[in-house]
């Protein structure tokens, strides 16, 4: 394939539900040539590709099997160069701690022209729990944290972001509950509300609600593992 012919699409398939695309996802979808997809993307929407889309799984399954970052960007050359059009489809919105933004970066270094279209990211889907990330008076901003930096720790920043007037929201961070618990422990602050939500959109959606004092035993009880979304804030306190 000629190189002003290969590109990339870096596509957010959003939260779960497959309805929450965007038109623009939805139309590039329907002339795919070729699909890369991870687990957190509902495999419904390749159904909307051509029957001779080539599709390929390249999932990250958390804290367990995974293709390599590096085996992705081999097939994003490989399959530009074979079949011009190459559609990354990444669950949520690839730029917010989806590594996106690497892939589109590879194919720039690589004569690959790269373009981005957002999806909705899990946190937004808070709503679908009866939870707003901002409620006038309630919460002023939003902290998004990974729960689990490329080093393994917990980020930092929660420490900053549990001292302010705003909704923090942790990624990735169903491994980390007990370190989070005890953070806001003991910084006096176990009693804010605090909730986990697992497969947000879907069917089989479930959450569970109480104090961030709390988060280990809200998730056992709830049977709540990833992939999940932890809100803490008073803003969690307004869904029950």
Same mark, same amino acid.
């Given at each position: ?11 957010? %398939? ?32 390749? @159904? ?24 992705? /960007? ?5 399959? %530009? ?37 957002? @999806? ?14 901002? /409620? ?36 990735? @961070? ?24 697992? /497969? ?18 809200? %998730? ?5 593992? /990833? ?14």
């Amino acid at each position: 394939m000629d190189k002003e012919d290969q590109e990339l699409y870096v596509i957010g %398939a959003g939260p779960g539900d497959p309805e929450l695309i965007t038109v623009k996802a939805y139309k590039i979808l329907q002339n795919a040539r070729v699909i890369l997809y991870d687990n957190l993307a509902n495999q419904e929407l390749l @159904g909307i590709a051509p029957v001779d889309c080539e599709k390929i799984y390249v999932g990250k399954q958390p804290y367990g099997e995974y293709t390599p970052q590096e085996k992705i /960007h081999e097939l994003i050359k490989e399959k %530009a160069e074979e079949k011009g059009k190459v559609i990354r489809l990444k669950g949520g919105d690839p730029f917010i701690f989806g590594r996106g933004y690497e892939e589109i970066l590879y194919a720039r270094e690589n004569g690959i022209k790269a373009f981005f279209i957002p @999806g909705i990211t899990s946190m937004q889907a808070a709503g679908f729990e009866n939870i707003p990330l901002t /409620h006038r008076t309630v919460s002023e901003g939003i902290w998004a944290l990974t729960g689990t930096r490329k080093d393994g720790r917990l980020s930092s920043d929660l420490r900053l972001a549990m001292q302010s007037n705003s909704t923090v929201v942790i990624y990735m @961070g169903m491994k980390k509950l007990k370190e989070i618990s005890e953070t806001y422990i003991r910084e006096g602050l176990g009693e804010t509300p605090a909730a986990i939500i697992q /497969h947000a959109t879907l069917a089989k959606q479930k959450s569970g609600l109480g104090k961030v004092k709390d988060l280990p035993a809200i %998730a056992e009880a709830g049977k709540l593992t /990833h992939p999940s979304i932890i809100i803490i804030g008073e803003v969690a306190g307004l869904g029950t």
